[in-house]
């Protein structure tokens, strides 16, 4: 250690102990502290007492307190404001949910749905306590009224439906009806105004209905539970639209509104207009969440038509429940579009074929691993055509590799003839160069269906299967201390096996087309892409592109083993070569590469330049 490294430690070592030394408690300054807490102590048991000997002190002072506040309500909401007392609760439930309501604004404060569980398998509560907000506003004998501030009378009560009414006086009043539809997630909902017509003013003849939901966390990744949570609403005689998951904005509805609906990962409440749509310049909006346990923000600021008739009445439904396409189905209006399976014809597969195939299974057995596997296998049996012609159609290419070879070297970089003469190859030897790629062209959009199912299967959440706890969130055998960028800081087995079965199934397409130069590792790019894409996916996405790629190894082991010789194709092809390549009319293919040749002055039969 040199002399100045020598000083500087020292230097150190005598600022920290100094450091300890003056700013260490003296003992006469413990003492004080000591002193100071045990007197604390004594206070707190006095105050103790004396709460508990001046209780009765303490009710009226509260007592006096609400007074003043209800007159306060009274001052600013004029007549209506007298709806004044204490908050009470009611419930209501059926097989699918426990509701209880609140007199306090007469909405619905606490939603348990009683057959599914959150992810750390406590109750599953839709929402609770001021999570949800409802309220009425609008202008009564010119004060402005919120009624979610006012307490509603309890009126009729049944086994499935509660009323609430807001008295102005013994002749007019507002009532809300609550009433639990049997066997669905449905609750209807009637708005009534009984004799408020000389009562409510509006200079638009319009209610405002405020809506807005705090979305408590429900799955295991509140993240990726965000960046599935999103607002969707429908204009009457269109279909869906929604705010963009990525987004949080506020949207005015230019159109009639049919529904608005506040949509997390699986779950929902939506809002229906039954017969009075809401009216366009309608407000919505998503915020971004500052609570740890909360998902997001949604609201929205409905208008109601208001026709200032003696009774005026609007008929409503809720949809609390599951993100679960046979369900929405149910209650109809389109709901069924909250569950995202992809546009135009990926949607229609999903929802006539797949998610049909897929319940059935689900009949034979409760082993969702097994369902899978069997979708998968029926999936590949059904394509196994596609699958034979693709394998033939490589193979033919690869048997043509060396005349292909020959012709571009014979050419030496002449593109235009080495093209010309290629598929003129192809003519005489009845080859596509297509054949390989129309039938995996077709195979698509089942794949891509697929792709949009199994994340939004609301059938395989909490559905555990070998290693993987959830099918329907990513499977981590190993979970990192830190993060890996564009692969993340867990590590997916399902993920990993598909990434290794794609590798795999590249090598084996290259052996089978006879594929070379850089062509022959362009295709170990799209797995490593993968590795990381999918790495946060839902292992049930994995674990079925997994199961496909390995049966698709049997068959094309199978076809290769029984069907397919390499030998007989070059001499069939040699034969078709030898009696019918000279007639044989060009392909559409290639007519456009002939016409394109000769509007650039190229003879397509030599590939040399016209003079």
């Not at 009425?136 to 609430?164: H, P």
């Amino acid at each position: 250690m040199d002399k100045n490294t020598l000083i500087g430690v020292s230097l150190m070592m005598m600022l920290m102990m100094g450091y300890f030394y003056f700013t260490k408690t003296p003992e006469a300054e413990l003492a004080r502290q000591k002193s100071y807490s045990d007197s604390m102590a004594l206070v707190s048991d006095k105050a103790d007492t004396l709460f508990a000997a001046n209780q009765n002190t303490v009710v009226n002072q509260k007592e006096t307190l609400d007074t003043a506040i209800n007159q306060k309500t009274f001052e600013t909401m004029g007549k209506m404001g007298s709806n004044i007392g204490q908050e009470q609760f009611s419930t209501l439930s059926n097989n699918n949910y426990t509701i209880t309501f609140s007199s306090k604004g007469g909405r619905m404060a606490k939603v348990k749905l009683n057959n599914f569980k959150r992810a750390d398998s406590t109750e599953l509560i839709l929402f609770e306590n001021q999570q949800h907000r409802w309220n009425y506003q609008f202008i009564a004998d010119g004060y402005a009224v919120n009624t979610a501030l006012l307490n509603w009378r309890l009126g009729e009560k049944t086994t499935n439906s509660i009323n609430y009414y807001l008295d102005y006086d013994s002749q007019s009043y507002i009532k809300q009806t609550y009433t639990l539809v049997a066997d669905t997630f449905r609750v209807d909902y009637d708005l009534q105004l009984v004799g408020m017509n000389n009562k409510i003013s509006t200079n638009k003849s319009l209610l405002t209905l405020e809506w807005a939901l705090d979305a408590p966390q429900q799955e295991f990744d509140i993240k990726a539970e965000e960046q599935k949570s999103t607002l969707y609403y429908k204009f009457i005689g269109e279909t869906p639209d929604y705010i963009s998951e990525a987004k949080y904005k506020s949207e005015k509805l230019e159109g009639k509104t049919e529904w608005v609906s506040f949509k997390q990962q699986f779950f929902n409440a939506t809002l229906i207009s039954k017969d009075k749509p809401f009216e366009p310049e309608s407000k919505v909006e998503t915020k971004q969440s500052k609570n740890d346990s909360i998902v997001k923000y949604f609201s929205a600021n409905l208008d109601l038509a208001y026709s200032q008739l003696v009774n005026e009445d609007w008929k409503m439904s809720f949809y609390l429940g599951p993100n679960h396409v046979p369900s929405l189905k149910k209650v109809g209006y389109q709901l069924d579009n909250l569950v995202p399976l992809g546009f135009s014809l990926f949607r229609w597969i999903n929802e006539y074929i797949i998610i049909k195939l897929f319940n059935a299974l689900r009949n034979l057995t409760s082993n969702y691993g097994l369902v899978i596997f069997l979708l998968t296998l029926i999936i590949k049996l059904v394509l196994l055509p596609l699958t034979y012609k693709s394998y033939k159609s490589g193979a033919k290419m690869k048997v043509l590799k060396p005349e292909i070879d020959a012709i571009k070297a014979k050419n030496e970089g002449n593109m235009q003839k080495t093209q010309i003469e290629t598929m003129a190859l192809y003519k005489k030897v009845g080859v596509s160069p297509l054949g390989g790629c129309l039938p995996m062209v077709l195979q698509m959009p089942i794949l891509m269906s697929i792709f949009f199912f199994f994340p939004s299967s609301f059938e395989l959440r909490q559905q555990s299967f070998a290693w993987a706890a959830d099918l329907s969130r990513f499977d981590s055998v190993l979970d990192l201390n830190f993060n890996i960028p564009f692969y993340g800081n867990h590590v997916s087995l399902f993920t990993l096996l598909m990434t290794i079965s794609t590798f795999l199934y590249t090598y084996m397409n290259n052996q089978i087309t006879g594929v070379s130069g850089q062509m022959k590792y362009i295709g170990y790019i799209m797995p490593v892409f993968f590795l990381g894409f999918f790495n946060n996916y839902a292992a049930g996405l994995t674990y079925y592109y997994f199961l496909s790629n390995m049966i698709t190894f049997t068959q094309q082991w199978a076809i290769r083993r029984f069907f397919v010789d390499e030998n007989k194709i070059l001499a069939q092809m040699a034969a078709f070569k030898e009696k019918k390549g000279k007639d044989k009319k060009p392909s559409m293919f290639q007519q456009k590469l002939e016409e394109m040749a000769r509007k650039r002055g190229i003879d397509p039969k030599t590939g040399q330049r016209k003079k």
